[in-house]
């Protein structure tokens, strides 16, 4: 009796291990788990503030074709704000300019990056399932096994203004990317379990 209650028991313990499964099995919940991951760490929609450098000065004599309609949405929608401040050249004349900088609203957007230049950003990806997954194989270029999971998300959490018009015509790139809804991931195996390539690169 006490032999078939001692099997009966590593049996349940045998089930309770599996329906847990491991971190390093692939299967979409793991694959989700790892992608989710990675999504957190990205902002779902950005659009650029022209010019290499920020806060951007323009001479007020040489307005930019391209500039001009994009940071007039951006100030019209209170992101940017400007003032009045003069741009020297070379040979030391100064000319009358206009400085762009982030207003009080748009410091909760701002994104700047290593080279000066910068993005106002807003929302958040949210994974909604995997599509499939190719069997997990050994690449010979990083020494690791890695599988490509489609799948699907919604991006939720986006600031109001995202919502203008005037914004979608000067941006109209960017916002085509925000009808998307499906992407696809690498994912490698470490000893912890499986990690998006993006969050493995930063990590090794």
């Given at each position: 009796m006490r032999t078939i209650m001692k099997l009966a028991a590593v049996a349940a313990t045998a089930l309770v291990v599996a329906a847990c499964g491991s971190p390093k099995d692939a299967n979409k919940a793991n694959f989700s788990k790892a992608i989710q991951a990675y999504l957190d760490t990205q902002p779902a929609f950005c659009v650029d503030i022209p010019g290499s450098k920020f806060p951007l000065v323009l001479v007020d004599a040489f307005p930019h074709k391209y500039y001009k309609p994009t940071l007039e949405?951006?100030?019209e929608l209170g992101l940017l704000g400007t003032?009045?401040?003069e741009e020297e050249l070379p040979g030391g004349k100064k000319l009358p300019a206009t400085?762009?900088?982030?207003?009080?609203?748009?410091?909760?957007?701002?994104v700047t990056g290593k080279s000066g230049s910068a993005k106002f950003c807003t929302g958040k990806y949210k994974l909604t399932g995997i599509d499939n997954f190719t069997e997990p194989a050994q690449n010979q270029w990083?020494?690791?096994?890695?599988s490509q999971a489609a799948f699907q998300y919604?991006?939720?959490d986006l600031a109001e203004w995202t919502q203008s018009a005037k914004l979608r015509a000067v941006y109209e790139r960017e916002f085509k990317e925000l009808e998307k809804?499906?992407?696809k991931a690498v994912l490698i195996l470490t000893n912890?379990?499986?990690?998006h390539e993006r969050l493995f690169n930063d990590k090794s």
């Open positions: 949405a951006l100030v003032r009045k401040t400085e762009y900088l982030a207003t009080k609203l748009g410091k909760q957007y701002l990083v020494s690791a096994t890695m919604e991006i939720t809804n499906q992407d912890e379990g499986w990690i």
